[in-house]
């Protein structure tokens, strides 16, 4: 009797075992048809451009604009005015500090740049930006020697005492004026030197 019923309740597993791998296939099926189903939504958002600012100083007179081939003692320049007046402009889009510095030849070793005075002055405030009221608070007053000097604040990064503000699209007037003491010796006759300032800029934002 056992022999007959064995074939038969192993088809009867075998039937069983169909049926439910054919329910788990159905069921998964199933599954992934839902997830396909889910509603979704997207949006690119493009067009999100970046430009760096920029720092531009630029410098009017751009060329020599202190000079004399025959300076007597006593004498300035500019001569028999107050100041040369030099526009400095903020033509970039971030504000900046500046500094100036001067350095001097002294080829003929006769040391004229030990004598000659500068002076940088900021220019009155009710002669506007003229200079033609050369009485408006001293930046530098003194000799550039060979070595160089710092003339308006300090070219070292970082806010330094003396140091010059322009907003972007700003600009600003300073009066330069270069003079030989009226008692300056007989041995700097023909004595000759050579000065270049140099202005330096940097941002302000992020540069404490």
């Given amino acids: 009797m056992d022999d007959h019923q064995t074939p038969r309740h192993d088809r009867r597993r075998r039937g069983l075992l169909a049926l439910l791998m054919a329910g788990t296939a159905l069921i998964a099926a199933t599954g992934a048809t839902m997830s396909l189903a889910l509603f979704t939504s997207q949006t690119a958002v493009a067009g999100n ?4 600012g920029t720092i531009i100083l630029t410098v009017n007179p751009a060329t020599a604009f202190l000079t004399s081939a025959a300076m007597m003692p006593g004498d300035a320049v500019p001569a028999g005015t107050p100041g ?5 402009s903020n033509t970039g889009t971030g504000a900046l ?3 100036i510095t001067g350095t001097s030849t002294d080829a003929d070793a006769k040391h004229l740049n030990t004598v ?10 009710n002669a506007g930006a003229s200079c033609a009221n050369f009485t408006g608070n001293i930046l ?3 000799v550039v020697p060979t070595a160089g000097a710092n003339m308006v604040g300090d070219p070292t990064a970082g806010f330094q005492a003396g140091d010059r503000s322009l907003a972007a699209a700003v600009s600003e007037t ?8 009226i008692g300056t010796g007989n041995g700097f ?3 000759a030197s050579t000065y ?9 934002a992020n540069n404490p």
């Fill in 97 to 99: 500090r500046y500094a």
């Fill in 189 to 191: 006759q023909g004595a």
């Fill in 49 to 52: 451009a970046f430009t760096a």
């Fill in 116 to 125: 000659l005075l500068l002076t940088v002055r900021q220019p009155d405030g």
């Fill in 140 to 142: 530098f007053s003194g």
């Fill in 84 to 88: 040369q007046a030099v526009a400095i």
């Fill in 196 to 204: 270049t300032f140099t202005f330096t800029a940097e941002q302000t």
């Fill in 174 to 181: 300073l009066c330069f004026k270069a003079s030989l003491p």
